[in-house]
C-alpha cells in the first residue's frame, strides 16, 4: 500500500494545498482540529523526523514557520501549536514526516495539550548521559 502522503505529494489524491515547492507541500488536514490546521509534509518519503536529512528538515521547518505566521494572520487566531508525532508511541498515525500547525483560538479548542509530571529524575545523572 502506498503512502497517503506520498500520493497527496504526487497529486495523486485530491488535496487542499496551501503551499507548495520543489521540496514541500503543506494541505489543509482533513479533520480540522480547528480551523486552519494545515499539515507541512516534505515530498519525498521519510518515515519520521530522525530519518530526515538536515537539509530537507530545515527548509521544511522554514516553511511551516512562514506559513505558521500566515495562518495566525488571516485566521485571525490567538496562538498556535506546531506538532510533529514520532513513531506511533508518540501519536504518529502517518508514518511520513510531518508537522501539524495548529492555530488555537480559545481555551475551549478541540485539541488537548498537558503535560503531567513523571516520576522523580536524576538531573545530574541524566544530564551525563545526554551530553
Avoid: W
Avoid at 500566515?70 to 510531518?98: F, P
Amino acid at each position: 500500500m502506498s503512502c497517503i502522503f506520498c500520493m497527496i505529494a504526487n497529486h495523486e489524491i485530491n488535496s487542499s494545498v496551501i503551499y507548495e515547492d520543489d521540496q514541500v507541500i503543506a494541505f489543509l488536514d482533513l479533520s480540522q482540529v480547528t480551523k486552519g490546521h494545515t499539515l507541512v509534509v516534505p515530498k519525498k518519503h521519510y518515515a519520521n523526523i530522525l530519518e530526515c536529512d538536515s537539509e530537507t528538515l530545515a527548509h521544511l521547518i522554514q516553511v511551516t514557520q512562514m506559513l505558521a505566521k500566515r495562518i495566525m494572520e488571516r485566521c485571525q487566531a490567538k496562538g498556535i501549536n506546531i506538532l510533529n508525532n514520532c513513531n506511533e508511541i508518540a501519536g504518529q498515525s502517518v508514518m511520513h514526516l510531518h508537522f501539524h500547525i495548529i492555530p488555537r483560538y480559545s481555551e475551549n479548542d478541540a485539541i488537548q495539550i498537558s503535560f503531567g509530571e513523571s516520576e522523580k529524575q536524576d538531573l545530574e545523572a541524566l544530564c551525563n548521559l545526554l551530553k
